[in-house]
């Protein structure tokens, strides 16, 4: 079921700029979130096993062209070692995610996978890139549950910009999303807001199509520029949209989730690391309060934290999975939610766990 808004309504919101109104859309977001999905919060243990990537999207500081950047991959014991601490945190999944780096190979992917699945009761979920479908289906066999794959806009010309192709092989993440969803995967996706060259119109069709797609997660953060792409350093290569470009502000995230939680009721839907990183105060809480309903701690080991710079000063860096895991309690605690248990697929009913509180916080 989806509350009925067409695309000029969406359009709508996303220009409305009176805090009454919005206010109006924070509090039918958070109600339609309580109603379909619960109060229970969903956690999903963050680890970014490589930052090495071979392509050159020119949003990302893992970008090829990024020499500056020490590169490094996880070995498999050391990603079944933060498996089994989401484990003992009491997360129902682990997200295995890196730039698209493919000195991760099938094979040895397909093994650490089967190892979680075999020494632990995770759900798996990854997020690798455009890998090729033999790989995907290989990982799927493996045991992977979940696949996540932004599309980043529905702007087609945007993307295509913003995303260069590797050799000939043309790049349709729509179609990669439909072939993981016939794998059997439960499929997540998602957009930036705030691209350069971004309209508030693109923005509008990005949501009506999350209410098209068959997606159990949608994951929306704000773009941050970073300094060594062509994005963040101030290029203007990219059309000029004559006064409809969307901002990457905080406010117009908290919009684009409560219009996707109405559009997508049942939706799993993160506040992102990127949203908490522009806000680190408490822009997850609020996107918690509009519409979100699954938060991502980080379990990567520290020593390679700060290396997974996709945008700069990301939250969370210097805090190790057990500080972020008892700030986390306290943050979700704070705003009157409890944190869910078991893997939180879209099609189970929240379930409510009792909170181990924790006893340090990262940031006031
Ligand atoms: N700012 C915000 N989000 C970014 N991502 C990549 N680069 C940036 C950036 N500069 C997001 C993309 C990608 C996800 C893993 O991180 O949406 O899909
Ligand atoms: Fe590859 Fe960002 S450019 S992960």
Redesign the pocket.
């Known amino acids: 079921m989806s509350i009925k808004m067409d695309q000029a309504q969406i359009l709508g919101w996303l220009r409305e700029a009176n805090p009454d109104r919005l206010q109006e859309l924070w509090r039918r977001a958070d109600e339609t979130r309580r109603a379909q999905v619960g109060d229970a919060v969903h956690l999903r243990g963050l680890v970014e096993i490589s930052n090495f990537c071979s392509r050159q999207c020119a ?3 893992l970008r090829i062209g990024n020499s500056n950047l020490t590169r490094y991959r996880m070995e498999a014991d050391e990603i079944l070692e933060a498996a089994q601490q989401a484990m003992k945190f009491g997360y129902g999944t682990v997200v295995l995610q890196a730039g698209e780096d493919y000195g991760i190979t099938a094979r040895w992917l397909a093994e650490v996978v089967r190892r979680i699945k075999s020494e632990t009761p995770l759900a798996v979920t990854l ?1 690798l890139g455009e890998r090729l479908d033999k790989e995907l289906a290989a990982w799927r066999a493996a045991g992977a549950d979940r696949y996540l794959l ?1 599309f ?1 806009t529905s702007d087609r010309n945007l993307f295509d910009e913003i995303h260069p192709p590797t050799g000939n092989r043309k790049c349709d993440r729509i179609a990669i999303l439909r072939r993981l969803r016939d794998l059997g995967y439960e499929v997540g996706s ?1 957009i ?1 807001v705030g691209i350069p060259g971004q309209t508030y119109a693109s923005v509008a069709k990005d949501i009506a199509l999350f209410r098209e797609m068959d997606l159990d997660m949608i994951g929306i ?6 300094p060594a792409t062509p994005l ?1 350093s101030g290029m203007q290569f990219f059309p000029s949209v004559n006064g409809e470009q969307v901002p990457n502000h905080e406010l117009m995230v908290y919009k684009a989730i409560a219009l996707t939680r109405l559009v997508r009721p049942d939706a799993n839907i993160p506040a992102t690391t ?1 949203l908490a990183t522009i806000n680190k105060k408490n822009g997850r809480e609020l996107g918690l309060q509009r519409g979100a309903n699954v938060f991502m701690p980080n379990l990567t080991p520290l020593k390679y934290r700060r290396l997974y710079e ?2 700069p000063n990301k939250a969370c860096i210097t805090e190790t999975g057990d500080a972020c895991n008892g700030c986390l309690g306290l943050r979700i605690h704070s705003i009157g939610r409890n944190i869910g248990s078991g893997p939180g697929g879209r099609r189970e009913r929240p379930a409510v766990a009792e909170l181990e509180s924790g006893k340090e916080c990262c940031h006031a």
């Open positions: 949003y990302c500081g997020s932004r980043e998602g930036m953060g704000p773009f941050i520029p970073h963040g990127a996709i945008y």
